[in-house]
């Protein structure tokens, strides 16, 4: 099982890089990542269409129909709708959200961005995550790409990960801490 994981992850890398030097020889980087994100988004806001795709037994005629469908509506760049078809041509459409996603990292990286997630315990208003990105860009010298998350079973408090580095200020953690140095004691 682990085989076909590694197997599938580098596939999935490979696919992703070979998009992103395809959109970047074709100076539409911009364009390709802007159908790359809105096709995600279909996936994770749609289940009837993310089970079609992860369904090995739709044939492959169903498959390029959809997306071809998906495509004239959303008007996708002609070499996101060919990568797709490709995909489906080789069997390999499953990975298609993994491949997505891995794609707009190396977008991110290339643009120097760092990735960071934020946990509250309070659900915060785009003013709030808007100025803590720009006091993570400042503090971190490095544009920010926040991934923002509204987590009940915090209590209280945040959680900050920018890369490696992780800031855990919750009112959880804290309980947890005290709790710990309780059993040692």
Known sequence: MSQNKEFSDTSANRYSLALFELAEESNLLTQIEENSTSFLNLILNNKQFSELIKDPTINR?????????????????????????FLISKRRFFYVEQILKNFN???SEK???????????????????SKITEELSNSFKSKIKLKYIFDKSLIGGLVVQVGSTMINNSIKNKLQQIENRMIKA
């Open 111 to 129: 643009r120097g961005e760092l990735k960071a997630e934020i946990k509250s315990a309070k659900e915060l208003s785009p003013e709030e995550i």
């Open 61 to 85: 005629d169903v498959l390029i129909n959809v997306t071809k469908e998906i495509s004239d509506k959303f008007n996708l760049e002609n070499l996101f709708k060919n990568f797709l078809s």
């Open 105 to 107: 990292e190396i977008c």
